[in-house]
């Protein structure tokens, strides 16, 4: 796609590049800074995707194809943290948990109590059903943020607690 404003938009092709990327993870999956701006499609009841250190803008969008009911886990490298609001709904019942939410203060504080991420489709507090998805954006050298909508087969969701230590 070329520019038609002559100028206005400094990327002009690059934006032929966004969301070009998908992956399938069937098991355990390492992303490299080169699979920034990947579409992940987790497609595994219980799986490790382990994300490359943070560098500011480095992103990725996970979505699940089935239910985590096995639980899955996103991983931070040593010394990163997650932090940001997860949502949790009910599929059954007309239903909102309590949503986690954490600082980046908070969590670049102590950064060994933020890294990983846990979803599981059967628990009141985790959520992770098929459809779901997770969106990540480092936003500097330590931090992931995090925004997400689950859902859990819980009638009565709580309160989220995704954002854990390892």
Not at 18 to 43: H, M, P, Q, Y
Not at 124 to 135: E, P
Request: with cysteine; hydrophobic share 50%; aromatic share 6%.
């Amino acid at each position: 796609m070329a520019n038609p404003m002559y100028g206005q938009n400094k990327v002009d092709n690059e934006l032929d590049k966004v969301g070009s990327k998908s992956i399938v993870a069937v098991a355990d999956k390492t992303l490299v800074a080169g699979d920034s701006g990947a579409v992940v499609f987790v497609n595994a009841a219980a799986i490790s995707i382990t994300l490359p250190a943070a560098k500011p803008g480095l992103n990725f969008k996970i979505i699940f194809g089935i239910d985590t009911t096995a639980g899955a886990d996103i991983l931070c490298t040593a010394g990163d943290c997650f932090f940001g609001i997860i949502r949790l709904l009910s599929d059954t019942q007309d239903v909102v948990g309590v949503p986690q939410q954490i600082t980046h203060a908070t969590a670049i504080a102590t950064v060994a109590s933020y890294d990983t991420f846990d979803v599981v489709a059967a628990t009141a507090s985790l959520g992770g059903m098929a459809g779901d998805s997770v969106d990540l954006i480092a936003v500097d050298d330590t931090a992931w943020h995090v925004n997400a909508v689950l859902t859990t087969t819980a009638n009565d969701p709580t309160t989220a607690a995704n954002i854990v230590a390892s």
